[in-house]
């Protein structure tokens, strides 16, 4: 019965990060709120390497709309500010010498719609995943079957698969509309 547990245990642990990659993947969707983590997938040029934004510099948040992005090295503005122009994320970057600031700007109904539609793209792929985790599982406990686990046994496995399954699409729906909420709340 313990190898049972083992597979539950690990359905449970990639269920678990799944999880995370879809509050992750919603967390760069922007809805009007300026978030550090919408700069996580720019890459800067430094000594010949692309290094991810947070580790050449520090970005935050002085107010709900601005995103101010401070270089460890000054010498780094140039191509920070480069950067954030090629990622394609939309925004205008203002150099100072000493700041880099982006001003987010407000969301049209339009783009707030468009938002929306992308999170329960994100959403559904994650329940795609969630249903793949579960087909590995229950074929998992099935081999076990083959392997002397009666077949009680195997039942009750796949029901507490179920079980946890469905736990986590509950879950990702409640992310889902949370995150509809923050997109259309203007």
């Known amino acids: 019965m313990s190898t049972l547990n ?3 245990d690990q359905l ?24 550090p983590a919408m700069l996580e997938s720019v890459m800067v040029e430094y000594y010949g390497a692309l ?3 947070s580790q050449v510099a520090n970005v935050n948040t002085p ?30 970057p203002m150099n100072d010498g000493e700041f880099i600031r982006i001003s987010i700007p407000p969301v049209t109904e339009e783009r707030r719609k468009e ?3 992308r999170a329960k793209a994100e959403s559904e792929n994650s329940k795609i995943g969630i249903r793949n985790l579960r ?5 998992r406990i099935k081999k076990l079957e083959k392997d002397g686990l009666s077949e009680d046994d195997a039942k009750v ?5 179920q079980k946890v399954v469905d736990s986590y699409i ?8 949370n995150k509809e909420k923050e997109i259309m709340t203007v």
């Open 170 to 177: 509950k879950k990702t729906e409640d992310l889902l509309e």
């Open 63 to 92: 107010d709900s709309r601005t995103l101010a992005v401070q270089p460890w090295d000054k010498s780094l503005i140039r191509p920070i500010e480069t950067a954030i122009i090629n990622s394609n994320l939309g925004f205008a």
């Open 115 to 117: 938002l929306v539609k």
């Open 12 to 35: 449970t642990d990639q269920l678990e990060k799944n999880l995370q990659h879809t509050a992750t993947e919603f967390s760069r969707i922007r809805a009007g709120k300026a978030s």
């Open 6 to 8: 083992e597979v539950i």
């Open 135 to 139: 087909k590995d599982a229950n074929e």
């Open 157 to 161: 496995g796949e029901d507490r698969v």
């Open 51 to 53: 290094t991810p934004l």
